[in-house]
């Protein structure tokens, strides 16, 4: 039977290290870490993670801003808001809130932001440095949260990532790309699948280390698990019933893996922990 990977406590540690770290910079420096969320449009799910985000800010000291706009801002309208937070020194890290509701561009908006406040790593250059790093000591200041949240909890079993086989079932820009990167500038051998993958079983059963971000419910089983592999299942999927599942059949797949992340209380707490994680980053950074 797996380990299973805790990580509302991984997140809850990290998060209890940024707000002692928060208040020696404010007590020796002055400086208070600020982060601004801007959501466009009504999406629920979107106000719930906007919410979620500034609930910890505030948790952990960090000042932040909720901006909301109606679904019909034109484009220009939140580019030049972007441009205010960009100059904005009590704001050192910016977040859009995705995805954006039609007509917006979130490729555009995203270039907006200024790169040293892109605590989401999202903006072209970041991803771009992303892409050029050999080693880990060599990316941005500012990775992707969920897929920087991906590595802690790997490393937090304890699991030597250099060397394996790592496989990453997705390949999107926010999840699956930069969760091989990071696995790339760890030293593993990371493999990508995606929708148009032949023989994904066997390309999932020769994972030592397996990281799912594909949206689709309980694909991958536990047939397709090399015995003992780590398991981090991104995946976040609502059920008829109401039931949150992952893209991993948990239940069956954790006689199979060696340890494996639940959803929900995996990868979802991780996420805000990196982010949090980002925001102070910035403001030291900025502070020199
Ligand atoms: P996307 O839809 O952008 O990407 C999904 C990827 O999975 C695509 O690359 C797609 O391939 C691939 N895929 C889809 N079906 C299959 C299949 N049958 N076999 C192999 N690959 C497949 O999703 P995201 O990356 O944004 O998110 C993935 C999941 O992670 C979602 O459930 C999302 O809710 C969750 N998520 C969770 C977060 C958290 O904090 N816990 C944060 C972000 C996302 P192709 O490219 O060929 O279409």
Not at 42 to 52: F, L, Q, T
Request: glycine letters at 8%; a positive charge.
């Amino acid at each position: 039977m797996a380990m299973i990977i805790d990580g509302k406590a991984v997140a809850q540690r990290i998060r209890d290290g940024l707000k002692a770290e928060v208040a020696k910079l404010q007590k020796e420096r002055g400086i208070t870490p600020g982060l601004a969320a801007v959501l466009v449009g009504e999406n629920p799910a979107s106000k719930v993670y906007v919410n979620m985000k500034a609930k910890a800010c505030e948790e952990a000291g960090i000042y932040s801003e909720k901006i909301y706009l109606p679904a019909d801002t034109p484009q220009e309208r939140l580019v030049n808001l972007v441009h205010e937070l960009n100059q904005n020194k009590k704001i050192h890290g910016i977040l859009i809130q995705l995805p954006l509701p039609p007509p917006l561009d979130e490729h555009t908006v995203l270039q907006e932001v200024d790169p040293d406040k892109d605590v989401d790593g999202f903006h072209p250059v970041n991803l771009g440095k992303l892409l050029s790093a050999k080693f880990w000591n060599e990316l941005p200041p500012f990775v992707p949260c969920t897929p920087a949240g991906c590595i802690k909890l790997i490393e937090s079993t304890g699991t030597e990532i250099e060397g394996v086989n790592a496989v990453v079932v997705g390949r999107s820009v926010i999840v699956g790309k930069p969760a091989a990167m990071l696995l790339l500038a760890k030293q593993a051998t990371v493999t990508v699948a995606h929708s148009r993958t032949k023989n994904l079983k066997e390309i999932c059963r020769q994972a030592d280390i397996l990281v799912v971000a594909a949206g689709k419910a309980r694909l991958v089983t536990a047939g397709m698990i090399k015995p003992g592999a780590v398991v981090i299942d991104v995946g976040v999927n609502r059920m008829s019933d109401g039931k949150l599942v992952g893209d991993v059949d948990f239940e069956a797949a954790k006689e199979v893996a060696g340890s494996i992340t639940p959803v929900p209380g995996g990868v979802g707490p991780m996420t805000i922990a990196m982010l949090l994680s980002n925001t102070v980053a910035s403001a030291k950074r900025s502070a020199g």
